[in-house]
């Protein structure tokens, strides 16, 4: 066993080296880990293991656990819209399509269809979250729409297996004890965490803060996460349910930032876990056996739930939030896994039928890194802003020489802005989010609504007439596509561009770009220079001392 782990950490690492090289995340290499080590030491059937399965699962659990630090109860209220009427829809319109194609299509019976349909309007939780989080994604608008619906399925699993319960008895007291238990075990559970998170956290922390032993905070912290988790297994609810009300009912007290910090390590090591034990699922003589079944049902099942979820957000929200909500869910994801393994030895799911669906959804989660990825790039490309009527925004006189031509009013543009306007310099400011516009627009702002990608967006506010460009967009797709625009136009016009770090730096080096500003570049220095300030402070102090 020790040498398997030892083998296991050797090929994570330099897999993930190699993906690394080429810019591709750690979860891919996690996942070929555990396919190459499956083969190797013929671990096909240790995926089974019970324990192996609780242990990989408690990555999700710190998983949400952190995520649910960054929502307190008051910011979930705000999320009721996303999680319980977004989420819901979502859940059910995606199981009606999939039970429909089942019955007519393939002539399954319809508890074979339900189970089928239920599992697959799930997506990844694990997957999906963790990059969010790593790309802080998860504080934009669509971020929070993939969370909400990510919360609900992660709710949804309670029914549904509730529902293959009903399936598997045929006892209709027993069905109406099951409901009736549930119930009463959410109502005490919630009470439970409620009560524990209200009086009895802040003070627990604080007495073991007084011991002043960084060993005694971190064993309650896991004591905290695990022990909810383990609170919502025992009355019937998934272990990451528990542990996202718990991280709720941390993120009210002093304490969040703290425990975050000290969770981090084991979360990422037991993710790490859980991606290897899908890929030691998968299985290459059922995918040869079923090639073209794959190939088409794999297509089929992410743009029949790239579709939906479009539709469902696009009923209140803008086509890119839409967008990237829907390619963000379109994979099938973890509990699907557990709910066909359930199904198969229930007997309510073929063991072929099982196997194919499972490969699919391991498949599908393998694409999923690699499209959140490159995700921006191709919502500019593929999906332009939602377009706006208002009358009268700004026109520039075609005489106008030696203004400046700002290019996003965003956070920092707004600063640009409100500088320039304070200096007393002509300027213009190109907008393409129509949030941004509005504001630009009611704070009466020199403003038009455009792509600045675009050249005749660029020409019409007189760009190769300015006596400066000033790029104040944080995209870094984007900020490459308008500087080539700029770079094309003009090369006499004083360019200043903001990126985020030297990696972006490097890749607009080819440009006729005056100034390239590194954000990380600044911050360093400034800190190094508040050092050297204290330092200077204490030799006086020495001095006078003296």
Aim: proline share 2%; aromatic share 8%; glycine share 4%.
């Amino acid at each position: 066993m020790l040498g398997i782990i030892v083998w296991t950490l050797f090929i994570a690492i330099i897999v993930n080296i190699i993906l690394k090289k080429v810019h591709l995340p750690t979860i891919i290499g996690y996942i070929v880990t555990g396919t190459i080590i499956a083969y190797v030491f013929d671990l096909h059937n240790a995926v089974n293991n019970h324990d192996l399965k609780e242990i990989a699962e408690f990555g999700v659990v710190f998983l949400m656990f952190t995520i649910g630090l960054e929502f307190s109860i008051e910011h979930l209220k705000k999320m009721k819209k996303e999680v319980f009427f977004t989420g819901s829809l979502q859940i059910l319109v995606t199981t009606s399509f999939v039970v429909f194609l089942c019955m007519v299509v393939l002539g399954f019976d319809f508890k074979t269809s339900l189970v089928i349909g239920a599992a697959l309007s799930l997506s990844s939780t694990a997957i999906v979250l963790k990059t969010y989080n790593e790309t802080n994604e998860i504080k934009k608008r669509h971020g929070q729409r993939v969370l909400g619906i990510l919360i609900m399925q992660d709710i949804a699993v309670i029914p549904i297996l509730l529902m293959m319960s009903f399936f598997t008895s045929g006892d209709d007291q027993d069905v109406v004890r099951l409901i009736f238990n549930t119930t009463v075990a959410a109502f005490i559970l919630i009470a439970l965490l409620y009560v524990v998170g209200k009086y009895l956290l802040e003070p627990f922390f604080e007495h073991v803060t007084k011991a002043e032993s960084d060993e005694l905070f971190v064993a309650s912290v896991l004591l905290i996460a695990i022990g909810a988790s383990y609170l919502a297994h025992h009355f019937g609810f998934t272990y990451s349910l528990g542990a996202f009300v718990a991280g709720m009912m941390i993120s009210e007290t002093k304490f969040k930032h703290q425990v975050e910090a000290d969770l981090t390590p084991f979360r990422n090591l037991l993710l790490g876990v859980f991606f290897i034990t899908v890929g030691m699922q998968i299985n290459f003589s059922v995918i040869a056996d079923n090639i073209l079944i794959i190939l088409i049902l794999l297509p089929v099942l992410l743009l029949l739930k790239y579709a939906i979820i479009y539709l469902i957000v696009r009923i209140d929200d803008t086509k890119r939030v839409a967008f990237k909500t829907a390619l963000s869910l379109v994979q099938i994801g973890e509990f699907s896994l557990a709910i066909l393994e359930l199904a198969r030895s229930s007997s309510l799911l073929d063991p072929t039928y099982s196997q194919i669906l499972i490969v699919t959804i391991v498949i599908s989660m393998i694409l999923t890194p690699i499209v959140l990825k490159n995700m921006s790039g191709l919502a500019s490309k593929l999906v332009p802003d939602d377009t706006l009527t208002i009358t009268n925004t700004y026109n520039i006189d075609k005489d106008t020489k030696g203004h400046i031509v700002v290019i996003g009013y965003g956070h920092l543009g707004q600063e640009i802005a409100s500088n320039l306007r304070l200096d007393g310099h002509e300027y213009v400011i190109v907008e393409h989010n129509l949030k941004y516009f509005e504001m630009g627009y009611l704070d009466d702002e020199p403003i038009i609504f455009g792509n600045a990608a675009h050249k005749h967006i660029l020409e019409s506010v007189n760009i190769k007439q300015a006596c400066a460009v000033i790029v104040a967009i944080d995209n870094p797709e984007k900020v490459h596509l308008v500087c080539e625009v700029i770079n094309d136009l003009t090369q006499s016009t004083k360019t200043i561009v903001k990126v985020t770090r030297f990696s972006e730096k490097k890749e607009l080096e080819n440009l006729h770009l005056e100034h390239i500003i590194v954000e990380d570049d600044i911050v360093a220095r400034a800190l190094v220079e508040e050092t050297k300030e204290c330092k200077l402070d204490l030799i006086e102090e020495q001095i006078i001392k003296r």
